[in-house]
Every structure is written in structure tokens, then in C-alpha cells.
């Protein structure tokens, strides 16, 4: 048979030239195969045979060793095993060993604990080497024997704090004064921690100072060679994310420009999968070729540069990241386009004139990409400064052969370089991310070494090769070089037709991305246009109620920088608000324009309404700048903490008129508004909050009092102008900044107000309903959010999320962790403590106006329980890190933790609202799910474990709103992670922000026509008893006539009204409310959104209440299985009492306990708070027929009366007794989707 390459003679010479030399090289590397290698191959073509085995040895290494604890090892390695068997690629003999290992490892798990790592150590051997001096130094010997040179990359636990950075620096400058190493890569994350593109250039001079000091190390430690000169070492910059890959470039030219270095060569790293690549090589290729200018010559000029060309080994987590944060992927789509990138950045790097300055490192083990290098370099005569760079222990076959090619002469040495990766035994566990990446690298149905174990000239597989290499040379001219990502906030023009108005699909609107440069400098304008200074002049703004301007005088409050160094008293930078503020004359008046509707906004369509609201989402996109700028200054909040903010505000405006409109489609309601709605936004999100609560109130046509924290009045006239700027009337939503004495007490007290959206303190909300017990008050109130730390957790990124969890907006957000709590073996780890409180104390905190501050000031001096958090402690507790307070501004707090922190104490229940983290020792999972559920509250919750098994029981039993497993516990996106609480974290409905029920419950509902229903599943799972007890009703219906009245008259229609609300009810339980819903389904992370029942629901029963009032609350309650029972007055006698104690009745209450007594003897039960018989939520038929006395008991404790009028459209009426709970879950690993990627 003829080759390939004899049939290609259409090609281009160098083509030919290049199919020859790669079928040679092929040919060669198949004879070179060792017996051990031939084995590994064949393991390894079986592993490829059987996809799902991949999955099963990555959850064996990634979750088996988290724990120091050999049972606890032993224990989730035979899990792993009998939950998805035994891997079929093992060769027999092993496979044996495991079938073993199920049945007698639990019996001598320290044994089998040993024998298991130092069975994956030796099999890893080859690739991830011992990073023991012995070991290590005899490797790097054989190699330099054998004339290869070696690159070593340290693997190791992530560099999280500066103290760890540091002792990473040092261990890289011991490596260079090793005499057998020659060559290190870094990157810039493990000598700088916690690198934010937003401050690119104090992180520049940071890592150019620490740079340095490797460079001079490089240098005073110079390489002997073998013809007698000396060569500095070489420190060689590894690429990483798109997010440092700016950073890093930077750095490098910036460092090697100054005096000291012109003489150093030195490296960098640059992907191909990345379009932009190549411009940053023409950048690289530009500036070198200026600094070598001259050199030969005058002696002036400076030594030439490395570009190692790598296509790019993080494009898994590049994905998850664009998916997560709606950006554009930075990487191309297809790997036959980074193939030619590949090529053409080889052409460009490969021309004389370049590798002069900058020579030339390809890395690839793909032999037709080496092989044209080698034809291409002997094409243009180059002959120095080309290198070829492959992985340690991969295809080492193909690695002798080029060995073989490459040979100088009677040299030893050979332009091949070995990117090596070691690790000593401690820190193996930090090198599974590598082993990740490596795996998948093998796996990839596109590259090349998937192919390698086994391949010969002239298979299919060798042909598909051939055509991928010859398809991505002929595109290599035609792909663009420009980046994926063109987000500028500064130049940004918004189409009209962007939102749901225009698009039937939701999207969150993206943040703005750091990384980009134009979007670094639109901050800095930013920050020019509102940092105040001496000579800023105060701002002021007038009062409006309703469309008129208060001219009367008006008490004024000033509102000061909290970056600002000195007191406001002390101030020598003047006020940068002044805020007229409304009177209780002016309260009443804006309230009665409210009432009476002049703009008569309540006889708006939803439609009329969608448009306008729209228009406010597009002005808010608009002034995005100048609301980062007017939280800096009011509120303290950083650039990077406000900014996903407005992306949640826009959210939130774009999707609430969303979701009503898809229930008017989807039901037969009538959609009415409630009124007068009241919104009270809190201080700490003074954006997204109350823009939340405006858009749904007004979405429901009903006419708004907006009435912003006295803290941050200002971000609430910007945000008001956005709506009024759209066109929505003064009258339809009026500015009230009032204080919050008399005048915000008639404002929530005034009996014209319908409802009230509250966010702030639980105490609050509950003098809200002592105000006015009758309120329809929909509260989203504090929480002592915990995060559980399991000895399952990834510990490295347990710490990162904490970080950020626990001290973003300096700890002043209601969802941000105030609570670590810690299994034992945790607890006691050292390491875990020392990395923990390094990341802490390695966190920036200053000025807002610095962007290098991840930590701004608090928006005012601690409160009460704050300050006896930061200034006492109690039995058992000490100072891991103590609390410390700016003495310029005593505003400015840094992070402190407490540790040794007892159940039941103050720390354990109180919410702080600041940078104070408490740290609790718990014995078992179980015993810290009974730590986090023992406070009265249920906000957020947190759990770090890689085992399904612990995010199972823990799932099910956490009574928190808002789950997060492996991930941050803030930041929640609106219908992505829906927000709202459970226990004394909601007060109200309960119904989340964000979420597809929200808004709706600011309406009143009408039924026109017949409940939406669909077929049931036959004997529906779900309530086979209420689905048997309305087919019967519907057949002795059918059956009855006047002669034959097995159904009295008088009650037939409510009970034919009754049917249908059950079959509907039903029908909306399976569909809607039953399962589990993930409404985007991104890449490497679940959101799912579901609902629990409320738990004891008691139906009260009034005189006025219809039998279909009364039958269909049990019925929906029971649907929903919570426990129910009925209560009704001793007095009570009519048709509704008479068909509950009859057969019929008796067979719908089966399990529902009937109570006899009166609302005094009721109101008292409501104040039972014992789990098993207090009451959870209360439902009347009408809220006219709820006594005060109960409104007022109710309220004591903050429950929940619900008295809408029950609906026969299931849809809605099932809301009466469920909660809504949401669950968000990163679920990759290093970008890996396990499972999901077969």
C-alpha cells in the first residue's frame, strides 16, 4: 500500500516534505516502545474503549485523600467502587486486587489506606515526579546524561495568602541554587496571592519586584556547560487563565526592561487556543527586538527572550467561567482553529528576523506539528534558538525518537526540552488538578495523544490526523486574531431590542470583566468623575412629592466619603450629598397621591407597563459608571462588589414584568394590582434591592412609595431617575428620604398602604408588624449564614471560598458567612488554620478609591453587637486573628476571626454584619447541621465536601433559603439562585426574590375561567388519595339529579369547583412544583430551584367561608404534604361543618386533625414554638375575616397569616403552602464535568 504522504502529491513541497517526515518518525517511535510502555498503552486504549472509567479513577483520586484519616479514606475509595464499579481498563490482576480490597480493605483500612497511595504514586511515577532531593537529583542527572534539558514545574497546595507566596518564592530560590536544576517554570498566582486585574498596576510593581528577586537568583547561580561557558538559569513565566494573562506579559517586559536584567534570558508562555495570542506574540516579538537591538554591535543592547507556544490546557475552566459569568468564551471554538493559530504563531515565531529576538519553544507531542517545525526551521535555516518542548513520562517513545533526530553531532545535548512536574509525598494531594488536566489531555477525542498509545501509518486514526493537520495549515491565514471578548463599558451602545421585551428567553446581564483594559480605564474615569476632594462641591437634592418640588425649607442630611481618613466632624473633604428630607406632612401627602392615582399608573396594562420598565432597565444599563461611583462614595462599596449589583438590579427589572407576563400566557388569570406598595430597602445593597422591590410592585401596575436607608438616600435618586427617565410617572413611584423617627412610623403604619417589601433586620420587620399587625409585609430579614467545612473538603478551595464569603463588602452583606463550622479533624488540621488565616490576613483593606482593596470601609462604626463581637470574648474562645481597627478611620476595620467559638454563644447566635468570623469545632456532619439549624435563623448555607453522600444528608436536612455546595455563599443571581429565607430569615410568604412567583404576590387575582389542567400521571405518585377522593366527587356528581340527589343541590357547584382545583392543584404540583427545576443549566454548575412544604398548616374556619373556600385549602395543603388540620370556632354549625363530618368529609381529612376552639385559644397557640405542634403558617379564606387578636399574636413571632382568597388555579393557590428553596452547586472539577462530559 502507498503511503499517505505518496498520495499527496497535489501539496505544497513543504507539506509533502513534512507527511514524509512525521510517517518516518511514526514509524521509528512504534519501534522504540519499551514493554512497560506497550502495556501502559494498552491500559490506556482499554480506558478509551470505556469513557465512564475516566470519570471513575478522577473521583477516586480527587475525593479518596481529602481526609487524613485512613478509615475515612478507605471508606470513600470502596464507595466510589460499589457506586460505579470497578474500572474495566485496569488490567485483570488489579482488577482482582480491588474486588478484594471491597470486601477486606474497611478491615485494615491503615494498610489499605498506604498500599492505595503508593499504588497511585507509582502508577502517576511518570508524569508527576518525587520531588525528594534523592529522587529528584538522580532524575535531572539521567536527563542531563541523555542531553535533555528539563523544565521543573513545583506543583503544590494553591497560594491563597501572601505568607504562602513568600515560602513559595523562597522554594522556587532554593530550586535555582540547586546545581542539577537548570530551568523552573512559575506562574505569577504562586508568587503574588489574590490578584485582581482591577488593580493591574500596583499587582505589576508587586510581581515585579518578586520577579526579580528570582531573576538575580537565576543569574548569581549560573549553569556550567559543557564547552566551558556560563549561562544564567532560566526562569521560565507559565501561562494561566485569561485573567492573568495581561498581568503576566506585563510583568515580564517590565521586569527583564530594567538595566540589571538586559542580559538575563528569560521565558513566557503563550496559549494558541486563545485568538489574541498572536497579537500578544507580535507585542512580545515588537518590544524584543528592541531590546536586542545592537547587541553584537555597540554591546548595548540586551540578551533575546523565550516564548514557549503551548494550544492551551485550561480550556475546560475557561468554558465554565464564560458559561457562569456570561462572557463570551476566550478561547476558539473549534480545535481545528487553535491548530492554526498553533501553525501560524509557529510561522511568525519561525522567521529569522523574530527568533533572533525571541527564540522559539514548541510544545507539542503532535509529530506532524513537529515535524513541519523541523522541516520549516531547515527551510529558513534556523539553527539556533528553536527547542522542542514535551511533557515528562508522555509518549516518551515519540520524545526518543525526536532525541534520536535531534542529536548535535557527537554531542549530547539536543534542542528537546522535558516540561516535568514534581511533588513531594505531603503535598501529592495538590497535584491532582494536574492529573485532571493531564487525563483529559489524553482523553480528548481531537488530540493528538489520544491517538499516540497505538497508532500506525496509514489507519483511520492516522488519517483523520493527517486531514486535522492539513485542514488547520490551510485555515492558518484566515482566522481572526481578535479577542473573544470586546465587552467596553466606556464605548458601550445598547440596542433597543436587548431584554426580555424583545427576547421571550431570560438572561442575566453579564458583569463588567476586569480583565479587559478598556474596562480598567472606563473605572478609572470613574473614579476621577467621583472621588471627592477639596474641591468638590456638595450635591444637593431637592425633596419632590409626587411631581412637585418641596420649595419650603427642609431639615438636610450630608452624606461624607467613608474612605475619607478623618471623622465627618473633623473633615477637610467637604460633603458629597445633601438630601432634603420629608416631613410627616409631606409622608401623608405623598401617601394620599399614592391612593389616589393621578397618573392613574393602576389602570395601566402590563403591557404599557413591560415597555416602560423595559426603557428603566436600558437607562440603568446606561448609568452603570456613575452607580458604582455614588455606592463608592456613599456607601463604601468597592468597584468589583457594586458592579454585579447593577447587573442584578437590571435582572431584576427585565424579569419580573417577564414572569407575570408568562403567567397571564399560561393561566387564565387576571392579573389586577394590590394598591399602595411601601418598598424599604436596607443600606449594604443599595442598588439591586430596592430596584428589585420597585420593578415588582410597579410590573403589577400598583403605585409606589420608594423609601431608601437613611445611609444611602443618594444611590436612591439614581435609581428613581432611572424609572422616571423611562418615562414612568413622579406619581407612580415617589421618592421618600425621610428619617426614621415619626415620619417613616406614619409611613409604614398608614393604613392607605397595602403592602410592604421590607429587607433589613429581623427586629426591624417585626416592629414593622407590631406597627401594624395587618400588614402584607414581605420581609427578607438577617441571618447567621455558616459555611460546614467536612474533612471530604477540598481544603485549598474550601479557604478561597470562605475568603470571599465571609469578608466581600467587608462582611455587610445578609448573606456573607459569620459562621465556620469545622469537623474535628478539620478543625485540628494546622496547615488548614495557617492557610486560613494567612488568605485572611493577606486581604487589602483601605480606601474603595485604591483598587488593589478587595475590603473598603464599613458604611458606618460598628453597632452594638458588632463592636461587643470585635471587643469580647467568651469562655473558650480566643484570637486567631484579632480584630484591629484603621487608626485614621474608624470606619475601617480589617478581618478577624474568632476561634474555639461554643454552641449557644453569643458569636453562634448572633448576626454581626461585619468582618468577624467565628469559628466552631463540630464532631460529625450531623453534629454541625444541628450547630447551623440550632439558630433561629435559615438565610444561607454552606457546605464544602466532594462526598455525594454528605451533600445528600446535608441537602436534605439544613433548613436554610439559599444552599451552596463547593462554592461561595453570596452573589446570588436573580431565577439563577432565587433569594430568600426560612425560619426568622423571612417574614411573610416567603416567596424569593428572583424567583418565577415573586412579583405576583403584589397582585390581586382574579379567576375568569376554568384552573389550567393536564393529564395526571395514572395514580399520581404525588397524591393518589386527593386524585381518588375528586373522581369519586366527579362520579357521584354525574349521578346525581333532582329525583336521585346523592350530591345536595346547594353544595354541587362548590364541590364541581372543588374537583377542578384539585385536578389542577395536582396537575401544577407534578409540573411545576413537585421535582426539581434548573432553568439554565450551565456548565459545571447546578442551580436548582424547589419546593418544601411549609410544614404544620392550620385551616381556620369562618362563618363566611364557602365550602369550596374550606375544601380546597385542605386539599392544596394536603397536595402539598404538609400536616394539616382545621380549626373553627365552638360556635360553628353549617354546610361547611356538616360535609366535614360526613363520609365525604371524613374521607378528604383522613390525616387531618380536626381542633374545636376559639381565636383567643388559637392566638395563644400561634405563640408555641415547640417543632412538632407549633402552627407554621396560619390560612384564612379572606383577609377580612382574620380577628386583630390574631394578626397581633401572628406578629409577635412573625408568621405568616395567609388569607388570599383561595383560587381554583393551582398554579397560585399551591403557593399558600410551599416554600421555595434554592440550591447552587459547583459541580466540575478544575473545569472537569465528571459524569456530565460522557
Known amino acids: 500500500m502507498n503511503s499517505t504522504s505518496e498520495q499527496k502529491t497535489d501539496l505544497p513541497e513543504i507539506l509533502q516534505t513534512t507527511l514524509a517526515l512525521a510517517e518516518s518518525w511514526q514509524n521509528r517511535a512504534n519501534t522504540l516502545r519499551t514493554k512497560d510502555e506497550l502495556k501502559q498503552q494498552q491500559m490506556m486504549r482499554r480506558l478509551l474503549n470505556h469513557p465512564s472509567d475516566k470519570t471513575v479513577v478522577m473521583h477516586l483520586v480527587d475525593q479518596s485523600f481529602r481526609s487524613g484519616n485512613p478509615s475515612r479514606v478507605v471508606d470513600q475509595f470502596r464507595y466510589l467502587l460499589e457506586h460505579h464499579g470497578i474500572p474495566r481498563f485496569f488490567p485483570q490482576v488489579e482488577q482482582w486486587l480491588l474486588k478484594i480490597f471491597l470486601h477486606l480493605g474497611k478491615f485494615v483500612p491503615q494498610i489499605s489506606h498506604s498500599q492505595i497511595l503508593r499504588k497511585i504514586r507509582e502508577d502517576t511515577s511518570r508524569t508527576i515526579l518525587p520531588e525528594e532531593p ?55 498566582s504562586n508568587i503574588v496571592a489574590q490578584l485582581h486585574p482591577l488593580g493591574f498596576e500596583n499587582e505589576i510593581d508587586l510581581i515585579c519586584e518578586r520577579l526579580s528577586e528570582l531573576y538575580r537568583i537565576a543569574q548569581e547561580n549560573p549553569v556550567l556547560h559543557s564547552d566551558g561557558t556560563r549561562h544564567a538559569k532560566f526562569v521560565n513565566l507559565d501561562m494561566e487563565s485569561y485573567h492573568d494573562l495581561d498581568l503576566t506579559m506585563d510583568a515580564f517586559m517590565r521586569t527583564l526592561d530594567q538595566t540589571e536584567f538586559k542580559n538575563l534570558q528569560a521565558g513566557i508562555v503563550l496559549q494558541a487556543y486563545l485568538p489574541d495570542s498572536f497579537l500578544r506574540q507580535q507585542k512580545l516579538v515588537k518590544w524584543a527586538k528592541k531590546r536586542v537591538q545592537n547587541a553584537g554591535t555597540t554591546g548595548t543592547g540586551g540578551s533575546p527572550v523565550k516564548m514557549r507556544l503551548v494550544k492551551g490546557a485550561n480550556l475546560v475552566m475557561e468554558a465554565v467561567e464564560a458559561e457562569v459569568s456570561g462572557w463570551p468564551l476566550t478561547v476558539f471554538d473549534s480545535k481545528i482553529e487553535t491548530d492554526a493559530n498553533f501553525k501560524r504563531m509557529l510561522e511568525f515565531g519561525l522567521q529569522p528576523e523574530n527568533i533572533a529576538a525571541v527564540h522559539f519553544g514548541l510544545a507539542s507531542h503532535n509529530l506532524f506539528d513537529l515535524a513541519y517545525t523541523h522541516v520549516l526551521a531547515e527551510e529558513r535555516g534556523i539553527s539556533e534558538g528553536l527547542i522542542f518542548e514535551m511533557l515528562e513520562g508522555m509518549a516518551d517513545h515519540v520524545r526518543r525518537t525526536l532525541q534520536e533526530e535531534k542529536r548535535k553531532g557527537d554531542s549530547k545535548e539536543t534542542n528537546l526540552l522535558l516540561y516535568t512536574p514534581v ?7 495538590s497535584a491532582i488538578a494536574y492529573l485532571v488536566r493531564r487525563l483529559d489531555e489524553n482523553t480528548s477525542p481531537d488530540n493528538f495523544l489520544r491517538h499516540s498509545f497505538d497508532i500506525r501509518i496509514g489507519t483511520a486514526a492516522w488519517k483523520f490526523l493527517e486531514k486535522q493537520f492539513l485542514a488547520a495549515w490551510h485555515l492558518k491565514d484566515k482566522i481572526s486574531s481578535e479577542p473573544r471578548r470586546q465587552q467596553n463599558r466606556d464605548k458601550e451602545v445598547f440596542a433597543e431590542n436587548i431584554g426580555t421585551l424583545a427576547n421571550p428567553i431570560f438572561r442575566n446581564e453579564p458583569d463588567t470583566d476586569w480583565v479587559l483594559p478598556e474596562n480598567r480605564k472606563w473605572a478609572n474615569k470613574i473614579r476621577k468623575k467621583w472621588q471627592p476632594t477639596e474641591k468638590s462641591k456638595v450635591k444637593k437634592i431637592p ?63 402590563l403591557a404599557e407597563r413591560y415597555e416602560l420598565l423595559s426603557g428603566a432597565a436600558h437607562n440603568m444599563r446606561k448609568k452603570r459608571g456613575d452607580l458604582i461611583g455614588a455606592a463608592a462614595v456613599v456607601c463604601g462599596k468597592t468597584f468589583y462588589e457594586t458592579d454585579p449589583e447593577i447587573s442584578e438590579a437590571i435582572d431584576f427589572i427585565e424579569y419580573y414584568p417577564h414572569s407575570l407576563s408568562l403567567l397571564e400566557k399560561q393561566t387564565s388569570l387576571k392579573l389586577l394590582p394590590q394598591g399602595v406598595v411601601l418598598v424599604i430597602p436596607p443600606w ?20 409606589v412609595l420608594f423609601k431608601p436607608s437613611p445611609l444611602a438616600f443618594p444611590l436612591g435618586v439614581e435609581i428613581a431617575n432611572c424609572f422616571w427617565d423611562a418615562g414612568i410617572p413622579r406619581e407612580a413611584l415617589q421618592l421618600v428620604c425621610c428619617e426614621d423617627g415619626e415620619p417613616i412610623q406614619t409611613l409604614s403604619g398608614h393604613p392607605d398602604v397595602d403592602a410592604i417589601i421590607f429587607t433589613g433586620g429581623t427586629q426591624t420587620a417585626l416592629k414593622l408588624l407590631e406597627k401594624r399587625p395587618d ?14 467545612v467536612t474533612a471530604m473538603a477540598d481544603r485549598d478551595q474550601t479557604i478561597e471560598h470562605v475568603l470571599h464569603s465571609a469578608f466581600s463588602h467587608s462582611g455587610q452583606k445578609c448573606s456573607a458567612t459569620s459562621l465556620l463550622v469545622l469537623e474535628r479533624e478539620v478543625y485540628e488540621d494546622e496547615t488548614f488554620r495557617k ?6 490576613q493577606t486581604l487589602k483593606v483601605g480606601s474603595v478609591w485604591n483598587f488593589s482593596n478587595k475590603m473598603g470601609p464599613l458604611i458606618r462604626e460598628p453597632l452594638a453587637d458588632l463592636r461587643k463581637g470585635l471587643e469580647t470574648l467568651e469562655t473558650g474562645e480566643s484570637w486567631a486573628l484579632a480584630p484591629k481597627c484603621d487608626e485614621t478611620n474608624p470606619k475601617l476595620w480589617h478581618p478577624a476571626v474568632k476561634w474555639g467559638v461554643r454552641r449557644g454563644s453569643f458569636s453562634h447566635q448572633t448576626e ?32 464544602e465536601s466532594l462526598d455525594p453522600r454528605e451533600q445528600k444528608i446535608w441537602m436534605e436536612k439544613i433548613e436554610a433559603g439559599n444552599l451552596y455546595i463547593n462554592r461561595v455563599t453570596t452573589g446570588a443571581v436573580v431565577l439563577r439562585q432565587s433569594f430568600g429565607g426560612m425560619g426568622l430569615s423571612a417574614i411573610g410568604a416567603g416567596i424569593k426574590a428572583g424567583s418565577p412567583n415573586y ?90 430551584f424547589r419546593y418544601l412544604p411549609v410544614g404544620n398548616v392550620t385551616v381556620r374556619l369562618h362563618p363566611d367561608d364557602s365550602l369550596f373556600e374550606t375544601l380546597i385549602r385542605i386539599a392544596a395543603a394536603l397536595i402539598a404534604k404538609c400536616k394539616v388540620e382545621v380549626s373553627f370556632p365552638p360556635e360553628l354549625k353549617n354546610s361547611v361543618t356538616e360535609f366535614l363530618s360526613g363520609t365525604e368529609g371524613k374521607r378528604l381529612c383522613d390525616s387531618v386533625k380536626i381542633c374545636t376552639e376559639t381565636d383567643e385559644e388559637l392566638a395563644e397557640r400561634l405563640l408555641i414554638t415547640n417543632m412538632t405542634s407549633k402552627i407554621d403558617r396560619l390560612r384564612y379564606a379572606h383577609p377580612d375575616r382574620v380577628p386583630q387578636t390574631i394578626h397581633q399574636a401572628a406578629a409577635k413571632l412573625g408568621k405568616h397569616v395567609s388569607r388570599h382568597i383561595p383560587l381554583a388555579e393551582g398554579r397560585i393557590e399551591m403557593l399558600r403552602y410551599l416554600r421555595e428553596q434554592s440550591i447552587s452547586i459547583d459541580y466540575h472539577r478544575y473545569g472537569n464535568l465528571g459524569e456530565r462530559e460522557i
Do not use: M
Not at 492557610?835 to 485572611?840: G, K, R, S
Not at 454581626?912 to 454541625?928: K, Q, T
Not at 379567576?1007 to 400521571?1017: I, K
Not at 381518588?1028 to 346523592?1046: E, V, Y
Open 912 to 943: 454581626f454584619f461585619g468582618p468577624l468570623l467565628s469559628v466552631i469545632r463540630a464532631e460529625s456532619l450531623e453534629d454541625a447541621i444541628e450547630i447551623v439549624d440550632d439558630t433561629a435563623y435559615g438565610l444561607t448555607s454552606g457546605l
Open 423 to 429: 511533588t513531594s509525598q505531603d503535598q501529592f494531594i
Open 543 to 605: 425633596l419632590f412629592i409626587g411631581n412637585t418640588e418641596v420649595k419650603a425649607k427642609r431639615k438636610q442630611q450630608l452624606f461624607f466619603d467613608p474612605s475619607q481618613p478623618s471623622t465627618p466632624d473633623e473633615a477637610d473633604i467637604p460633603a458629597v450629598f445633601s438630601v432634603a428630607l420629608a416631613t410627616k406632612t409631606d409622608v401623608i401627602k405623598a401617601v394620599k397621591i399614592a391612593k389616589d392615582d393621578p397618573s392613574k399608573w393602576r389602570h395601566t396594562t
Open 999 to 1088: 412579583a405576583v404576590q403584589f397582585c390581586k387575582i382574579e379567576e375568569s375561567e376554568a384552573p389550567t389542567q393536564g393529564p395526571l400521571r395514572e395514580e399520581s405518585p404525588c397524591n393518589a388519595h386527593l386524585h381518588f377522593i375528586a373522581r369519586n366527587w366527579q362520579n357521584q356528581l354525574s349521578l346525581s339529579t333532582d329525583s336521585t340527589p346523592k350530591i345536595p343541590v346547594e353544595i354541587r357547584h362548590d364541590l364541581q369547583k372543588t374537583i377542578q382545583a384539585i385536578y389542577s392543584c395536582l396537575f401544577q404540583f407534578e409540573k411545576e412544583f413537585s421535582g426539581e427545576q434548573d432553568f439554565f443549566r450551565l456548565r459545571g454548575q447546578d442551580n436548582l
Open 835 to 840: 492557610q486560613l488565616l494567612d488568605a485572611i
Open 684 to 703: 449594604n445593597f443599595p442598588i439591586a434591592i430596592p430596584t428589585g422591590g420597585v420593578a415588582a410592585a410597579l410590573a403589577c401596575g400598583n403605585t
Open 775 to 788: 400588614a402584607e409585609l414581605s420581609a427578607e430579614t438577617g441571618g447567621k449564614n455558616a459555611t460546614i
Open 134 to 188: 534523592e529522587i529528584l537529583n538522580a532524575h535531572l542527572k539521567k536527563r542531563q546524561a541523555e542531553g535533555v534539558q528539563v523544565n521543573l514545574n513545583h506543583l503544590g497546595e494553591a497560594v491563597l495568602g501572601d505568607a504562602e507566596a513568600l515560602n513559595r518564592l523562597k522554594h522556587y530560590g532554593d530550586s535555582l541554587r540547586n546545581p542539577d536544576i537548570h530551568t523552573i517554570s512559575i506562574k505569577i
